[in-house]
C-alpha cells in the first residue's frame, strides 16, 4: 500500500511559498514554490507535473526538499565542476599581454583580437580553452572590444602633411570679400 503523503501548509508556510512565488529572484524557486502550492491546493501529483510540464519524480523530490529544509531546499545546491581555466598568475600575463602591442611581441599586426590573443595566451601558458570561456575572462576583467580605427599616419609624407597645415592656415587667414547688399543681383569679384 502506497505511502499517504500530506501535502498540507500551515499558514505560515502557505505565507512563505506565496511571498517566494511573488518576489524571489530565482525563476526556478518560483516555478518550485508553485509545485508546493498547488500540492497544497489538492492537485494530485500527476496533474502538477502534467501542469508544470516536468515530470512526477521532480514532484516528488521537490516536496521532500521543501519539507526537510524549507524554502532553502528549493533553490539549487553548489554543483561540482570543472576549476576556472583562469587563476591569479593567468589573469596577471593576460593583462600584461593586453598592455604590450603585438608588434612588439614579433607579430606582424598591430591589434589584438580574440583568436589572436588566445593563441598567444596558449603559446605562452599551455593552457587552452574555448573562445566562450576566453571572452568570459576577458569580461570578468573589465576588459570590452572595441574596433580598431584605423591610422595612416605612419604612412603619410610629414613635409607635405606640413606644407598642407601652412596652405590652410593661410587661406583661413585671407580677408573675405564683402559682398554689396544694395541689389539682389551682384557680380562675382
Known amino acids: 500500500m502506497p505511502k499517504i503523503i500530506n501535502y498540507s501548509l500551515t499558514e505560515s508556510e502557505l505565507l ?35 501542469l508544470l510540464t516536468v515530470s512526477i519524480g ?55 583580437d580574440t583568436p589572436r590573443l588566445m593563441a598567444h595566451m596558449e603559446k605562452e601558458t599551455g593552457i587552452t580553452m574555448t573562445d566562450r570561456t576566453f571572452r568570459n575572462i576577458l569580461d570578468r576583467m573589465d576588459y570590452v572590444y572595441r574596433r580598431p580605427k584605423h591610422d595612416l599616419t605612419p604612412l603619410q609624407d610629414k613635409a607635405a602633411k606640413e606644407r598642407a597645415e601652412e596652405t590652410i592656415e593661410a587661406l ?16 562675382q569679384p
Request: aromatic share 10%.
Open 16 to 50: 512563505t511559498i506565496e511571498q517566494a512565488i511573488k518576489s524571489d529572484p530565482d525563476l526556478r524557486v518560483r516555478q518550485r514554490a508553485q509545485i508546493i502550492r498547488l500540492l497544497h491546493k489538492g492537485h494530485k501529483p500527476e496533474g502538477v507535473a502534467d
Open 58 to 112: 521532480q514532484i516528488y523530490w521537490w516536496h521532500s526538499r521543501w519539507r526537510t529544509e524549507g524554502l532553502d531546499g528549493l533553490s539549487d545546491k553548489e554543483r561540482s565542476g570543472r576549476p576556472q581555466a583562469d587563476d591569479e598568475a593567468y589573469r596577471q600575463k593576460l593583462e600584461e599581454v593586453l598592455a604590450t602591442e603585438p608588434h612588439e611581441l614579433g607579430y606582424g599586426f598591430n591589434v589584438w
Open 172 to 187: 583661413k587667414k585671407k580677408p573675405k570679400t564683402a559682398k554689396s547688399n544694395f541689389s539682389l543681383w551682384t557680380k
